[in-house]
């Protein structure tokens, strides 16, 4: 007597979720997909000051910044004691010269970054695929990533086999 109920109730279950598909919010496709103004990126500027000396304000530079623009990130680094002028883009600093050599030092693409995205690309395209015959509880990120992922503990008992000091680790 309770099996048929139970095959009626998910039965309904069923045919309910195959209903109103395209009311159903998919979080996988939240994107801007129109033409108006995204509310989101609209910063207001910081209000405006006199300065101090006139002719000491750098020349205008159409389309570019200037003292009332916004900057969050560097702001923020600021706030954290950090240095926001770091944010510029201006190539390897000093002080990363000697670790950029080290890491080179047995050659390198040069085109390491855009081989890596297209890659990456090529991963969760493969994976992208929602299966809705895995049930319970799923991780789609460490499904699409888990080929990659390093083995610590046999990397520890490699290291340590060839004689190299390395610290302890704790009991896997």
């Given amino acids: 007597m309770i099996m048929p109920r139970l095959m009626i109730c ?3 279950l069923g045919l309910a979720a195959c209903g109103n598909k ?12 129109g033409n108006g103004p995204d509310e989101f990126s609209i ?3 910081k209000p405006l000051e006199a300065p101090i000396d006139f002719a000491a304000l750098p020349a205008p530079t159409p ?13 923020g680094i600021a706030a ?3 240095n926001p002028g770091a944010l510029v883009a201006s190539g390897i600093s000093s002080a990363d010269g000697a670790l950029v050599n080290h890491a080179n030092r047995y050659g390198g693409s040069a085109g390491i970054r855009q081989t890596l995205r297209a890659e990456d690309a090529e991963v969760r395209r493969r994976h992208g695929k929602v ?5 319970g509880p799923n991780d789609d990120y460490a ?12 990397e520890y008992r490699r290291l340590r086999n060839q004689g190299i000091t390395v610290p302890s680790a704790p009991a896997p």
């Fill in 10 to 12: 998910l039965l309904i």
């Fill in 22 to 33: 395209d009311k159903d919010v998919q979080l996988r496709k939240i994107k801007h997909e």
């Fill in 43 to 45: 910063i207001p500027g």
């Fill in 63 to 75: 389309g570019g910044s200037n003292r009332t623009d916004q900057n969050p990130r560097g702001d």
């Fill in 80 to 82: 954290l004691g950090g």
């Fill in 131 to 135: 299966n809705i015959l895995n049930i």
């Fill in 143 to 154: 499904n699409a990533y888990r080929r990659q992922w390093l083995d610590s503990y046999a």
